[in-house]
């Protein structure tokens, strides 16, 4: 008789800004567990796609590639995820707007999306899995012991990804981003299908105040009460 294994699951939702990638990254470090960027899923099939030479109206065979993603998500020890797709280290290469406008193409098509519901579902494996997203603890993973929400100010995480931009000896309107990400919030939370909420058993925290050590001690400690650590 087979007996079904627990694979730990933390998921951390939450908007654009909000601390989740850093939060996801530290916590897979820290844990060991391995980790899950939901939101480069459909840049990710759009460059794989590119690179099989399949065109953005084939759903089908977008279909399959979706369904089939050879990545890995890796935190090591720098400041971002590393991605590697098929091999091939693609950090930089998914982040281009041609990319995000194909991506945009991709998401739009129903069976895309669910062949990338039963891929994010695969990142699940010993010793435990740490799931960025906006819909992880409501839609990929409804059964995980712990799920997070971070939020914050729209005026503080357009603070926090002007700085960004800035470090990194890029131009930016901080006038500019606070604008897209408030478009972006009213979209994520309004849309039909998986909007952008907490779960009902989510611990919510608001970052707005709180400095990555701090929002990292409060999940770790809700860890280990779920007995996770």
């Avoid at 996801?24 to 480069?40: M, T, V, Y």
């Avoid at 099939?45 to 099989?52: E, I, K, L, S």
């Avoid at 408030?182 to 849309?191: F, I, L, P, S, Y």
Wanted: hydrophobic share 45%; proline share 4%.
């Amino acid at each position: 008789m087979s007996t079904t294994v627990f694979i730990p699951i933390i998921t951390v939702d939450g908007p654009s800004g909000s601390g989740k990638g850093t939060i996801c990254r530290l916590l897979s470090q820290q844990l060991g567990w391995h980790l899950l960027d939901s939101g480069a899923l459909y840049r990710l099939t759009a460059v794989a796609a590119r690179h099989h030479g399949i065109p953005m109206t084939d759903e089908e065979s977008l279909k399959v590639v979706a369904a089939h993603l050879d990545v890995q998500f890796l935190a090591g020890t720098a400041a971002e995820i590393k991605i590697v797709l098929e091999g091939e280290e693609v950090t930089d290469a998914i982040r281009t707007e041609a990319i995000g406008a194909d991506a945009s193409i991709v998401a739009a098509m129903p069976s895309v999306r669910q062949a990338l519901l039963q891929r994010q579902r695969d990142f699940a494996a010993l010793p435990g899995l740490i799931a960025d997203g906006r819909d992880m603890g409501t839609v990929v993973f409804p059964e995980a012991r712990l799920k997070v929400y971070l939020d914050a100010s729209a005026e503080e995480r357009a603070s926090r990804r002007y700085k960004q931009l800035i470090s990194k000896g890029l131009s930016a309107s901080l006038e500019d981003i606070l604008l897209d990400i408030q478009a972006r919030d009213e979209r994520d939370m309004n849309r039909s299908i998986s909007p952008l909420k907490p779960a009902p058993d989510a611990v919510i925290l608001d970052t707005t105040q709180l400095t990555i050590e701090e929002v990292l001690e409060v999940v770790l400690d809700e860890a280990k009460h779920k007995g996770l650590r």
